[in-house]
């Protein structure tokens, strides 16, 4: 038997391809140009930014949030505290999410999560009729939350000495 026939074996030798999906697909491994860059309905580093504060903010809210179920159930010392501050937390990053949602809507942009595969979250968003999506690989979600909850509670605590 011939190697053609194995697994597919009436389509194994047949590859080809038409001279439309190739120019398609030359065109989209070509570097973005300026012009490209500059039309109105692409996203700006902004306003990718506010997209990714969208997706990450949620997921740090609900991260606190968990926290302050464990903090309430536990019998710790300082707990009044804990919840407190826990609490003023969870507003500044609540009020961030409101404005960055507000944002998002002012600029006509939505985000959507699509799936969740083994270690990435896959998120789509359309800009402007500008349609796109990008995934987050966990270990790096993990290290941007981080990030952020160590701001949150640097201005936390600024705030309120």
């Given at each position: 038997?011939?190697?053609?026939?194995?697994?597919?074996?009436?389509?194994?030798?047949?590859?080809?391809?038409?001279?439309?999906h190739r120019e398609a697909l030359l065109q989209r491994r070509q570097p973005k140009t300026e012009q490209d860059m500059n039309r109105p309905n692409v996203p700006t580093q902004e306003e990718l930014s506010w997209i990714r504060s969208c997706?990450?903010?949620?997921?740090?809210?609900?991260?606190?949030?968990?926290?302050?179920?464990?903090?309430?159930?536990?019998?710790?010392?300082?707990?009044?505290?804990?919840?407190?501050?826990?609490?003023?937390?969870?507003?500044?990053?609540?009020?961030?999410?409101?404005?960055?949602?507000?944002?998002?809507?002012?600029?006509?942009?939505?985000?959507?999560?699509?799936?969740?595969?083994?270690?990435?979250?896959?998120?789509?968003?359309?800009?402007?009729?500008?349609?796109?999506?990008?995934?987050?690989?966990?270990?790096?979600?993990?290290?941007?939350?981080?990030?952020?909850?160590?701001?949150?509670?640097?201005?936390?605590?600024?705030?309120?000495?």
């Open positions: 038997m011939s190697k053609k026939l194995e697994k597919n074996g009436l389509w194994e030798s047949n590859r080809m391809m038409l001279p439309e997706i990450l903010l949620p997921i740090l809210l609900s991260i606190v949030e968990n926290n302050l179920q464990s903090i309430k159930t536990s019998s710790y010392p300082l707990k009044k505290l804990y919840i407190t501050a826990t609490q003023l937390l969870m507003d500044l990053i609540h009020s961030d999410l409101v404005k960055v949602k507000k944002l998002l809507k002012e600029r006509n942009i939505k985000v959507f999560e699509d799936e969740r595969i083994d270690g990435a979250i896959r998120y789509r968003f359309v800009c402007r009729g500008y349609e796109d999506s990008f995934a987050i690989m966990r270990d790096i979600v993990r290290a941007e939350i981080s990030v952020k909850l160590s701001d949150y509670v640097r201005v936390l605590f600024k705030q309120k000495r």
